[in-house]
Every structure is written in structure tokens, then in C-alpha cells.
């Protein structure tokens, strides 16, 4: 029995219902953003435990001095107690 | 220090810096204890504390010292705990290690690393430098701004692995912006310290072996050595 060759403009209806592929579509990416954001959160946390010093924190501010601000002349030790 | 503090007056800013050496094991809690003091005002007493005691730090002894210097202290044990306290002594240690520090003491006249023991090496390198600072004062240059100039013309730190790009290392770590990464993470408690092996062997000593002491001492030491 000789084929019938399909022309090419004409669709083959899905079995699967549009508005179906819509949907899952939807729940990937809506999957997918809770997903990234899940992942922030966990980077946001892990970032507690290594703090990057801010640029108002000079180590001159907050370094205990005797002294004027003003001095002409600061004599700075690094040191510990042991 | 309290010599040359006494010596130039107002002349002369004393600035103390933590740097816990990772091999000093009390060193670090014995820093962030006196970084807890300060939220009160009491650096320098706590300082004292820790000093006179140097030989036997102990953790479970600062919050009686902090009794005893006048600090509210449960004030201090909440402070001692708190991760922006910890943070200060270990972003200073961090700036050391940035400027190059790698022992202690390490001290640093207007930016610049000096190497003095006496207090007349100190007196000699301040004495000079006074006179470099004043002769940068005028009428645009105030005091402030003069010091300033002299840390950015200080030679950087050119240890290859924490060498500042552009070289004003000094001045961008520790008066500008300075950013370092610091942990502020509770310091663990200290491991225990290893059992004393209880093993008894019996170390043979024979006969023309090189010995110092009676036979019948009641303790024998026995050496197994070489002499490299």
C-alpha cells in the first residue's frame, strides 16, 4: 500500500493539553526562584562566620591610646599579652 | 612605653595593638578580655591584670579580674562572648599581618616598622622623627595632616604575599579603610593536655655506659641521645 507523505504545515495534535505544559512550566520556575533564593539565604548565613571589615573601621579608631589625636608623632605596637 | 608617654607629653600618641600569636595559646582570650574592658573604659587596668599575671593565664580568672579593676561583670562576660568584640582583636591582628608584623612586639613610628630596644634607641627614632613631622607643618599642613604625610611616605610592606598594590600600606590598613578579612567566630576552649603516658620500661644501664651520680641514687635519669 503506497504512504502518504504529510505535508509539512500541518500539526499533529498532543495528546498532552496545552494549558498542562503551561502549568509545569510554571511550577519549574517558580520551583526554580525559591530554589536560588533558599541558596542566598544559606551564603547570607555561612558569611557570619567570616566578617570583611567595613570602611569606617580604620584600626587607629578603635585602638587603645594614650596620647592626643593630635600628636605629631604615633608610636603604634602590635603586641599580645602572653 | 609609660616612660616615653611621660617624656613627650603631647607630643607623642601611644597606640596598642592586639596581635595573639597563634602559638600563644592564652593570648588571644587574654586580648579579647581586655577588648571587653575597653567597651567599659578599663583597657589599660585589665592590661595591668593580664600583664602581672602573663606567666598563668587562664580564662576562668577574667571575670575576677574584672571584679577586681571595677568593671560591671556580667557586663564583661556577655562583652567577652560578643562577635563585634572578637572582631576588633582579630581585625587587628589581621592589619599586622597585612603591614607585615609576624612577632611581638612589633612597633611602628608614624607608619614606619622600628627594630629599638632601650629607651634611648626609642628616644633617638622619635626625637627624629618629631623633627621630620614639624618640618612638614605650615600654613595648609596641620598636624594631623603632616602625620599623615609621613605614614604615606613610609616604605611598604613588600612581603610579596601581603603586599598593598600602590605601596601606602600603613596608612590604607590601618588610618583608611583597611579592609581585612577576619573571623569572629568564639575561640574553642583549648584541648586537653595529652595523658602522661603510664608505660614503665626497663631501661637496661650496663656497665662502663658514661654515668653521673651514685649507682644507688633513688632516681635514675637515662638519656638516649646524639650529638646533632
Known amino acids: ?82 | 612605653m609609660e616612660e616615653l608617654t611621660e617624656h613627650y607629653g603631647d607630643q607623642l600618641r601611644l597606640e596598642y595593638h592586639h596581635y595573639p600569636l597563634g602559638f600563644h595559646k592564652a593570648a588571644e582570650p587574654a586580648a579579647i578580655a581586655s577588648a571587653a574592658a575597653q567597651k567599659q573604659g578599663k583597657f589599660w587596668e585589665m592590661a595591668h591584670k593580664l600583664y602581672d599575671n602573663y606567666k598563668e593565664l587562664n580564662t576562668a580568672d577574667y571575670a575576677a579580674y574584672a571584679a577586681e579593676i571595677g568593671l560591671d561583670v556580667e557586663q564583661f562576660k556577655k562583652d567577652f562572648e560578643d562577635p563585634e568584640v572578637i572582631g576588633l582583636v582579630r581585625r587587628d591582628k589581621a592589619v599586622g599581618d597585612k603591614i607585615g608584623v609576624r612577632g611581638t612586639p612589633s612597633m611602628f613610628v608614624n607608619g614606619r616598622r622600628i627594630s629599638g630596644r632601650t629607651l634611648d634607641d626609642f628616644k633617638g627614632i622619635i626625637d627624629a622623627e618629631l623633627a621630620a613631622t614639624k618640618a612638614l607643618i605650615n600654613k595648609q599642613t596641620d598636624v594631623k595632616a603632616a602625620v599623615r604625610k609621613r605614614m604615606e611616605a613610609a616604605p611598604p610592606n613588600t612581603d610579596p604575599k601581603n603586599a598593598f598594590p600602590g605601596g601606602k600600606t600603613y596608612l590604607s590598613y590601618v588610618i583608611d579603610d583597611g579592609k581585612v578579612e577576619f573571623s569572629t567566630e568564639a575561640t574553642p576552649p583549648p584541648p586537653p593536655p595529652p595523658p602522661v603516658p603510664k608505660t614503665v620500661f626497663n631501661a637496661v644501664v650496663n656497665e662502663g655506659d658514661p654515668i653521673k651520680g651514685p649507682k644507688d641514687a633513688l632516681v635514675t635519669i637515662v638519656e638516649v641521645s646524639d650529638f646533632q
Do not use: C
Request: glycine share 4%.
Open chain 1, 1 to 82: 500500500m503506497a504512504r502518504v507523505r504529510r505535508p509539512s504545515n500541518i500539526s499533529v495534535a498532543s495528546k498532552t493539553p496545552k494549558a498542562f505544559i503551561y502549568i509545569a512550566v510554571a511550577v519549574i520556575a517558580v520551583a526554580g526562584y525559591f530554589i536560588v533564593q533558599h541558596n542566598k539565604g544559606g551564603e547570607a548565613e555561612n558569611s557570619e562566620e567570616t566578617a570583611v571589615a567595613s570602611t569606617d573601621r580604620s584600626s587607629a579608631l578603635y585602638a587603645p591610646a594614650i596620647g592626643p589625636e593630635d600628636a605629631p608623632v604615633v608610636f603604634a605596637k602590635w603586641t599580645d599579652f602572653q
